[in-house]
């Protein structure tokens, strides 16, 4: 079974820019995370797709960050524009269905704001 | 919200040896628990779970206790190799189901 895909592994722009993370769920797998690590902390939810539609955006800075999951497969995650405490790896995870069940992760997206 | 704490933030072991960490949550409504091992440039990956209505759990050489009076949940590693040596999270399922996580304890095993 294919993992989490995500793409880019690293990426660094400068303060301001934009940036665009893609990420491919596990097949079949109905809920899809976004998740934020800040060097020395553990993963926090940014927002939470079920299917195509948002269960959970409450942790999300949308005045700069936001994601789309189209047609309930792959999502995208998008800041503009970035700031300096941005700098984090972004992770991925699916679960087949919403809550208490297993969610794999991908391999993350390390981003360095300069 | 939920907020979730673990202790030590760093433990280094003797090959051989058991590991155990401890995480205490906030929520008495969480009634989910993974635990989470994460190796350097990697995704966290799910190791071991436990869910309210039990009170351990074991695979292996991993086996997680959970006690719900006190609000505090353990992982425990026996016979420890180098391949343990990775940052494990714990993490707590709030009632909206989102996981709130730990901010994770270096293990180190020596050989």
């Known amino acids: 079974e294919a993992g989490v895909a995500q793409s880019p592994r690293y990426k660094i722009i400068e303060k301001r820019q934009s940036v665009a993370f893609w990420c491919n769920p596990i097949?079949?797998?109905?809920?899809l995370y976004w998740y934020q690590q800040i060097l020395g902390q553990g993963p926090k939810l940014l927002i939470q797709?079920?299917?195509?539609?948002?269960?959970?955006d409450s942790q999300l800075p949308k005045d700069r960050f936001s994601a789309e999951r189209l047609k309930g497969v792959d999502s995208t995650l998008k800041i503009q524009p970035a700031k300096l405490e941005d700098s984090a790896v972004y992770l991925c995870?699916?679960?087949?269905?919403?809550?208490?069940?297993?969610?794999?992760f991908g391999q993350g997206t390390r981003l360095t704001v300069v | 919200g939920e907020n979730v704490e673990q202790h030590p933030s760093t433990l280094s072991v003797q090959e051989g040896d058991s590991a155990v960490i401890k995480c205490t949550y906030s929520?008495?409504?969480?009634?989910?628990f993974p635990w989470y091992k994460q190796e350097l440039g990697k995704g966290p990956q799910l190791i071991i779970d436990?869910?309210?209505?039990?009170g351990e759990k074991k695979d292996q050489r991993i086996a997680v206790t959970l006690n719900k009076t006190a609000k505090h949940f353990s992982l425990h590693i026996t016979e420890t190799q180098p391949e343990d040596s990775a940052v494990y999270f714990c993490?707590?399922?709030?009632?909206?189901?989102?996981?709130?996580f730990g901010k994770g304890n270096q293990v180190v095993v020596i050989p």
């Open positions: 995870a699916s679960s087949q269905r919403q809550g208490q069940t297993e969610a794999f």
């Open positions: 097949s079949g797998h109905a809920t």
């Open positions: 797709f079920q299917n195509n539609g948002v269960v959970d």
């Open positions: 929520d008495s409504a969480s009634n989910y």
């Open positions: 436990i869910r309210s209505n039990v």
């Open positions: 993490a707590a399922s709030e009632g909206n189901n989102r996981l709130a």
